[in-house]
């Protein structure tokens, strides 16, 4: 019998308002964009995204990648707790989109993974709590966009994500690594992808 309780955790990849989504939502609603997990979400103890755009949409409207700050009310209503902000869309729309999305999420009640204010924050161990279960989150991403201006997100570094990992390890009874890289519509990870999840272990 484990001498921990039993908790329950959902993560789901990448998450898009913008494009053809942002125009299903304005003709029916958000839900209808999210009903299909928003049952596995609701079991779960804590519910961590990937987001796949910014809620820059009142910035730049009708963009690409620009989804309105609306959305993130939508991603709390069906149960999720963390959102994971550090990839290759989240600088698309420069430190301006950046912040637009932290607000939309802090204001959400939502807990941002991967970017922060500045570049400290952005790589800071989130902890959940759960029946006694401390649960820790890193999140990190690789993005084309260096951003040298505040608020920022985490880009991937391997060795700085390494060095965390172990500093952060000890601190938590679990710890778990969200890094949004790789290779889209493939199957499987690249070698030095899976290898550095080994690494990790």
């Known amino acids: 019998e484990s001498r921990y309780p039993t908790v329950r955790l959902a993560t789901v990849g990448d998450i898009s308002f913008s494009g ?51 959305a993130a009310v939508h991603l709390k209503k069906v149960g999720f707790n963390l959102i994971h902000l550090a990839n290759n869309h989240i600088a698309d729309h ?12 802090t204001q959400a009640n939502l807990t941002p993974l991967g970017a922060g204010a500045n570049s400290e924050a952005s790589k800071q161990l989130v902890v959940t709590e759960c029946r006694g279960l401390r649960i820790g989150w890193l999140g990190c991403g690789r993005s084309d966009h260096q951003q040298h201006e505040d608020p920022r997100f985490w880009a991937f570094d391997p060795e700085e994500l390494k060095t965390a990992v172990s500093k952060h390890r000890g601190a938590v009874d ?28």
């Open 94 to 105: 420069g430190a301006a989109g950046l912040a637009a999305t932290l607000a939309a999420i």
């Open 20 to 70: 053809r989504a942002a125009k299903t939502a304005a003709a029916m609603n958000y839900q209808v964009l999210l009903e299909s997990i928003t049952p596995l979400l609701r079991l779960a103890d804590v519910a961590m995204g990937n987001l796949e755009c910014t809620f820059a949409g009142k910035l730049v409207p009708g963009k690409m990648f620009a989804a309105s700050p609306e």
């Open 174 to 201: 679990v710890l778990v690594v969200s890094i949004h890289a790789g290779l889209m519509f493939l199957d499987y990870p690249r070698p030095q992808d899976h290898d550095l999840a080994l690494e990790l272990l």
